[in-house]
């Protein structure tokens, strides 16, 4: 069975610090990838997808960054963080076609400080 | 930019009552996903509709999507405090540059009240 491992669960960081999120499948190959940023109680905003490995899609221009240095790795990263990076984030994974049901990690609490 | 507009934003009805929530788009999308999720946790996936005019039934949960497949609507029958929660809709682009990309609604928050 495919699983998927978000970490770390909750961060708290400050301004102008550097951010890694990571987040792994297991059981699956060539998954389309996802971050998320979620406002509390809304709807989630996509940040970053990808549909292989060194293809990365950026849908809202900010102060974040996604890699996918493997197949199954994706991360989320900042050079300096900025207050309004907090939120909550969310990796997720898909198979490819017309379906493409996601499958969500448990979610990083980031609180930026 | 594809959008989904989710509506209400917010609804607050007692238990037995019946109710819709509505997932529309001006834009084509290849399937339509509904999801739920609690505080803390990743959405869980309730149902995908493919076919255009599709309708399926989870329990007391109707899910339909619309003929032109720009969009959908989730009805629940004789809601209860245990379906209290955020509802998201989400879209899968058809094609292009943007196949595969999975997008969601700004959701529904449901308090059902005993």
């Known amino acids: 069975s495919q699983t998927i491992h978000q970490w770390p669960a909750t961060l708290v960081q400050p301004v102008g610090s550097p951010l890694s999120l990571e987040c792994t499948v297991e059981?699956?190959?060539?998954?389309?990838l996802y971050w998320y940023r979620q406002a509390a109680g809304r709807g989630l905003q996509l940040l970053f997808y990808s549909v292989g490995i060194g293809q990365i899609s950026s849908e809202v221009p900010q102060n974040l960054s996604a890699s996918r240095p493997q197949d199954r790795q994706f991360i989320l990263s900042s050079k300096k963080l900025l207050l309004s990076d907090s939120g909550f984030y969310l990796c997720?994974?898909?198979?490819?076609?017309?379906?493409?049901?996601?499958?969500f990690g448990q979610g990083t609490r980031l609180t930026v400080v | 930019t594809q959008l989904l507009e989710q509506s209400p934003q917010f609804l607050s009805i007692q238990e037995g009552e019946n109710l819709t929530v509505y997932c529309n788009s001006s834009s084509v999308f290849s399937s339509l996903q509904w999801y739920r999720q609690e505080p803390g946790e990743g959405p869980v996936l309730l149902v995908t509709v493919v076919t255009g005019g599709e309708v399926k039934k989870l329990k007391r949960l109707t899910f339909q999507f619309g003929d032109a497949r720009k969009d959908s609507s989730l009805h629940i029958t004789a809601a209860q405090p245990g379906d209290t929660g955020l509802y998201l809709c989400a879209g899968v682009s058809a094609g292009g540059t943007s196949y595969g990309k999975l997008t969601f609604g700004q959701g529904t928050i449901l308090t059902v009240h005993p």
């Open positions: 997720a994974w898909s198979v490819r076609g017309v379906r493409t049901e996601a499958f």
């Open positions: 059981g699956t190959s060539n998954p389309n």
